[in-house]
T-cell receptor, first 111, second 114 residues
């Protein structure tokens, strides 16, 4: 089983829709969690960190469920510019520092 | 402007011809790393460095070398490239070792080994 799993999609949604992605992780010792956004052929960029209490940034909400070992990203009122691949990243604490990336979920927002 | 730069951005080479991809950051970050990204496999870490003269293997280090002689630079060396090293490579840096720090990525180097 892969350490970090994401549904590759693509998720094809109309403008204005609400869409949610999940990312599951296998290592219960994982300590920090992030969502990155990657546009086609570009570098990944941090979208938001995921805190235990959940966090919101405008139309984006990220949540962590430690008991079930998954994180989620909710995008409300989707815009055409939200079309991208969303990468889930999970880090272990201490010791070796090898962030584990999910393979990404592709989102296509159409008019 | 705070950034991570990589050179070259595109490179086509032949099997066995040694090459170096440079990476430099101007944010005084301690932590730097190299990733490769392949279709269907996502980003995989090759090597990372926690500080000057401190490097360690990531998930896929075979066929690669790195060095960290200065804090700002972290070159990736392919001593004898092979076609299976054809990939998109990203360098990244972050403030420190702690896992909670954001990683800043360079623009990527697209390498083709014939």
């Amino acid at each position: 089983r892969k350490e970090v799993e994401q549904d590759p999609g693509p998720f094809n949604v109309p403008e204005g829709a609400t869409v949610a992605f999940n990312c599951t992780y296998s290592n219960s010792a994982s300590q920090s969690f992030f969502w990155y956004r990657q546009d086609c052929r570009k570098e990944p960029k941090l979208l938001m960190s995921v805190y235990s209490s959940g966090n919101e940034d405008g139309r984006f909400t990220a949540q962590l469920n430690r008991a079930s070992q998954y994180i989620s990203l909710l995008i409300r009122d989707s815009k055409l510019s939200d079309s991208a691949t969303y990468l889930c990243v999970v880090n272990l604490s201490g010791g070796s520092y090898i962030p584990t990336f999910g393979r990404g979920t592709s989102l296509i927002v159409h008019p | 402007e705070a950034q991570v730069t990589q050179n070259p951005r595109y490179l086509i080479t032949v099997t066995g011809k040694k090459l170096t991809v440079t990476c430099s950051q101007n944010m005084n970050h301690e932590y730097m790393s190299w990733y490769r990204q392949d279709p269907g496999l996502g980003l995989r870490q090759i090597y990372y460095s926690m500080n000057v003269e401190v490097t360690d293997k990531g998930d896929v280090p075979e066929g690669y070398k790195v060095s960290r002689k200065e804090k700002r630079n972290f070159p990736l060396i392919l001593e004898s490239p092979s076609p299976n090293q054809t990939s998109l490579y990203f360098c990244a840096s972050s403030l420190g070792l702690a896992g909670g720090n954001e990683q800043f990525f360079g623009p990527g180097t697209r390498l083709t080994v014939l």
